[in-house]
């Protein structure tokens, strides 16, 4: 690889890490919070092409060769060209343990027309450590994809992250009540339902699982942020 060849292929990798944070692809790979940082290593990487080029006709140094494994900086390349890879969905969901937690604190849900609309996680916890005391009498609307574990049982799930899709685990909500008869992996609902004392443990973990009394269930898109990083849609 020549440096002409280095400059090339420094440029593109930066315009693609570049244009995956301001579009979102980014959201594939790593939390909202981490843009700027991606957008400030595409920059980086531009500049550095840039500075290889002008280096090299400033000082007519001669086209030396860089080791054959500089190559493989077009692996990354390729990869965020090539492959849009999707959301991490019940697959991952059935074969990790909830990531549910205790809360510090429950905020008090606003006053209005019902259905509430809440994040899953938030639900969850409320529902699993709050022993629904602020979902009493409330109608609530969640979104979520669908996971079925071995016995059928269907949940409804949002992946939660602290950093990247590497560290994803599941937040799991038990569809009970007006479930609808077919239910078919990773299709994405909004959940209409209410709160039930009704739980199970997760069969990987032992972590709790709370359910969710389901009057109405429709399909949606998968937004466009399919992660959960606060509890929050």
């Known amino acids: 690889m020549n440096r002409h060849a280095q400059a090339a292929v420094l440029f593109l990798l930066g315009a693609a890490v ?19 940082l991606l ?6 990487l531009v500049a550095a092409a840039v500075a290889t080029v002008w280096y090299g006709r400033r000082e007519a140094a001669p086209d030396g060769h860089a080791p054959r494994v500089a190559w493989l ?18 697959y991952s969901a059935t074969h ?14 606003p006053e209005g027309a019902d259905p509430l609309r809440l994040g899953l996680t938030d639900y969850a916890g409320r529902a699993a450590y709050d022993r629904g005391r602020t979902l009493r009498g409330r109608t609530v609307e969640v979104t979520g994809f669908v996971a079925l574990d071995g016995a059928g049982t269907p949940y409804l799930v949002r992946m939660t992250l602290n950093c990247c899709a590497a560290d994803a685990r599941p937040v799991k909500v038990g569809l009970t009540g007006g479930v609808p008869p077919v239910l078919q992996p990773d299709t994405w609902l909004t959940v ?8 199970a443990e997760d069969p990987v973990n032992g972590g709790p699982i ?24």
Do not use: K
Request: aromatic letters at 6%.
């Open 73 to 90: 900086l077009l692996l990354p390349l390729l990869t965020l060209i090539l492959i849009a890879p999707p959301a991490l969905g019940s």
């Open 192 to 199: 209409t339902g209410t709160y039930t004392p009704e739980r």
């Open 18 to 36: 570049a244009h995956a944070a301001v579009t979102d692809l980014a959201l594939r790979y790593v939390r909202e919070g981490l843009r700027p």
């Open 210 to 233: 709370p359910f969710l009394r389901v009057i109405r269930a429709e399909p949606t898109p998968e937004p466009d942020q399919p992660y959960d990083e606060s509890g929050g849609d």
């Open 39 to 44: 957008l400030a290593c595409g920059a980086v």
């Open 96 to 109: 990790s343990g909830t990531a549910l937690q205790e809360p510090h604190g429950y905020a008090a849900l």
